[in-house]
């Protein structure tokens, strides 16, 4: 494997991207290994999801259906946001398996020489509760979010306003702030965990001082002008990263999505997977996990990467490692 110092150095938004993907390509197959497991339970539990909950409550809802009891429409979105939270908890614990993986690959020597040494077994227990925690956090942040919405309605409603064209103008305003302010909540998440597999993959830490730690690598900033913002650095990438991922993931669904359409019921506009034939629709889900599972560690082992990189400038990883490799040669 290669020295440490001669690969970890202080990295520009361009040279992480293309350090990511070169050291993705170079061991896609034990990535792909890696995540597999997760995909698949993952994409099983989704379709149970919509197979089982969501196309039958549509059915019902739909002008031939029987209307749709209220009470049974709030169990299934009861029953959906918890199955959808199981997923995400197996995606997170997949994006840990796939970190720990990737650290000896981005660090170009054994992981025994990383300060500290990458923590022995699964973190089960630290990532199911940092998942928690995150969950609770996005649950607190979204609700927050809604406050200036309410009293921007509840300022409408006692000012009497009326009119077609100002209900309209208002809707859209409420409807807008709404939606910024949600897309605002989530992305502060998402930034102030991004962290959080690599932390729970590469460090031995309680739960409170992980949840402490993914905070303070992506605080502040690392250098002078806007660039040297790390939130905004993080902005930048996961955005650019997201979007040529969710391309893939839109390419990858085009068969399933083809065959819906062939095989549509009459007269129906609604898509289902339950009108495919299964000798059809196997492979085409086969397919769709494939993809996940070879391009989904691609933006972990970006994250991986960008660990890496704000330990090397804040931390001097890169000297740790070369001492760590002095010491043991001697």
Same mark, same amino acid.
């Given at each position: 494997?290669?020295?440490?110092t ?23 197959? /034990? @990535?792909? +290994? =890696?995540?597999?497991? !997760? $995909?698949? #339970?993952?994409?099983v &539990?989704?379709? *149970? ?16 259906g ?7 429409l709030l ?7 918890g ?12 994006y840990?398996?796939v970190?720990r ?8 020597s ?12 699964? /973190? @089960?227990? +630290? =990532?199911?509760?940092? !998942? $928690?925690? #995150?969950l609770a956090v &996005?649950?607190? *942040? ?33 409807v ?5 302010l949600?897309?605002g ?7 102030r ?15 409170w001082?992980?949840v402490?730690?993914?905070?303070? @690598? ?7 002008g ?26 990858a669904?085009?068969?399933m ?14 898509l289902s ?7 059809l ?6 397919v769709q ?12 082992l970006f994250?991986?990467v ?5 330990r ?8 740790e ?10």
């Amino acid at each position: 494997m290669t020295s440490p110092t001669s690969t970890l150095r202080p990295l520009g938004i361009g040279e992480l991207m293309d350090r990511s993907v070169r050291v993705w390509r170079a061991h896609l197959w /034990p @990535l792909t +290994r =890696a995540m597999l497991p !997760y $995909a698949l #339970v993952g994409h099983v &539990l989704l379709q *149970v999801l919509v197979s089982g909950l969501l196309e039958p409550q549509l059915a019902a809802l739909s002008p031939d259906g029987s209307g749709g009891d209220p009470l049974v429409l709030l169990g299934t979105l009861a029953s959906m946001a918890g199955g959808f939270c199981l997923y995400g908890l197996v995606t997170w614990m997949g994006y840990v398996a796939v970190s720990r993986s990737g650290l000896p690959m981005v660090l170009g020597s054994d992981a025994a020489g990383l300060p500290g040494e990458l923590p022995r077994g699964f /973190p @089960l227990a +630290r =990532a199911a509760g940092l !998942y $928690a925690i #995150v969950l609770a956090v &996005l649950a607190l *942040v979204m609700a927050l979010s809604f406050l200036p919405v309410v009293g921007l309605a509840f300022g409408a409603a006692m000012l009497n306003v009326s009119g077609s064209f100002a209900t309209l103008a208002l809707t859209v305003a409420i409807v807008g702030v709404s939606m910024l302010l949600m897309l605002g909540a989530m992305l502060w998440v998402m930034l102030r965990f991004l962290f959080a597999p690599q932390v729970l993959a590469a460090e031995q830490l309680g739960l409170w001082r992980t949840v402490r730690r993914t905070g303070s @690598l992506i605080s502040g900033r690392i250098g002078p002008g806007w660039m040297g913002l790390v939130g905004l650095r993080a902005t930048i990438l996961v955005t650019v990263m997201g979007a040529v991922l969710s391309s893939v993931q839109l390419l990858a669904s085009m068969p399933m999505i083809g065959l819906q359409l062939a095989f549509r019921e009459a007269g129906s506009g609604r898509l289902s997977s339950e009108t495919v034939p299964w000798a059809l629709r196997l492979p085409a889900e086969v397919v769709q996990i494939l993809s996940q599972s070879a391009t989904g560690p691609l933006f972990v082992l970006f994250c991986v990467v960008f660990y890496v990189d704000m330990r090397v400038r804040r931390e001097g990883l890169d000297l740790e490692l070369e001492l760590a490799r002095t010491k043991a040669a001697a």
